[in-house]
């Protein structure tokens, strides 16, 4: 069990460039989460998967940003015409099972958007 | 609407000394509470989790919570610190009809003092 990976830890990109970001959960682990934290703050939800399929987006997910799981593994989140207002920690979780469960963070991926 | 106050933004103790760390929450059912620890530039790690039965919730590295439902608080504990201890503490909470996200506090950021 190598825990949750995330692809790459940190990236600056200019503003209106489109960004990917990749997360591979703990193997055995049929949910996905993703979150983004800015300084001072706790993280916040944006997205998460149950095996292949998007079952929650928040309202924090403008029409910009995208997420995939496409074989209910590895997950993308793609920022388009990024904004300085994303730079923040983009953080990917997993758990195992149906209803709630302990989730297990990867180290993030900082974005810095100049 | 589900949410998680933490009314200490930063706390200083001194080594050997105990530590309360506050968590107040806000949820309709019975929560699933949690508490992870974030070291600088890293992911979060699970302390302990609450999901039923006994109140007090013994956790890693020392660290115990108590469940008061009367005051819907989910308060972290430790009777002595360690210098590696110093981190940043997030509260959480989860479960229910919104079974796939948790909700984070804006955390506490604990120094601790040689």
């Known amino acids: 069990d190598t825990g949750v990976s995330q692809d790459p830890r940190h990236k600056i990109t200019k503003r209106g460039q489109n960004v990917t970001f990749r997360c591979d959960p703990i193997?055995?682990?049929?949910?996905l989460y993703w979150y983004r934290q800015t300084l001072g703050q706790g993280p916040e939800f944006l997205t998460y998967?149950?095996?292949?399929?998007?079952?929650?987006k928040s309202r924090l997910l403008s029409d910009r940003f995208s997420a995939e799981r496409p074989k209910g593994s590895f997950s993308t989140l793609e920022i388009q015409r990024t904004e300085q207002g994303d730079s923040a920690m983009y953080l990917c979780?997993?758990?195992f099972g149906q209803g709630h469960h302990e989730q297990y963070f990867g180290p993030g991926t900082r974005l810095t958007v100049t | 609407a589900q949410s998680v106050t933490q009314p200490d933004i930063h706390i200083t103790v001194s080594e050997g000394a105990s530590l309360e760390l506050r968590c107040n929450y806000s949820?309709?059912?019975?929560?699933?509470l949690f508490w992870y620890v974030q070291s600088p530039g890293q992911g979060l790690q699970l302390l302990l989790k609450?999901?039923?039965?006994?109140?007090l919730v013994q956790g890693i590295k020392g660290f115990e919570a108590e469940f008061k439902r009367s005051q819907s608080s989910f308060n972290l504990r430790k009777p002595s610190v360690h210098w590696s201890d110093a981190a940043e503490y997030f509260c959480?909470?989860?479960?229910?009809?919104?079974?796939?996200?948790?909700?984070f506090g804006d955390g506490t950021t604990l120094t601790v003092k040689p």
């Open positions: 979780a997993s758990s």
């Open positions: 959480a909470v989860g479960g229910g009809t919104n079974a796939g996200k948790s909700t």
């Open positions: 998967f149950q095996n292949e399929a998007q079952l929650e």
């Open positions: 193997s055995e682990h049929n949910r």
């Open positions: 609450y999901f039923s039965g006994d109140t």
């Open positions: 949820y309709g059912a019975t929560p699933y």
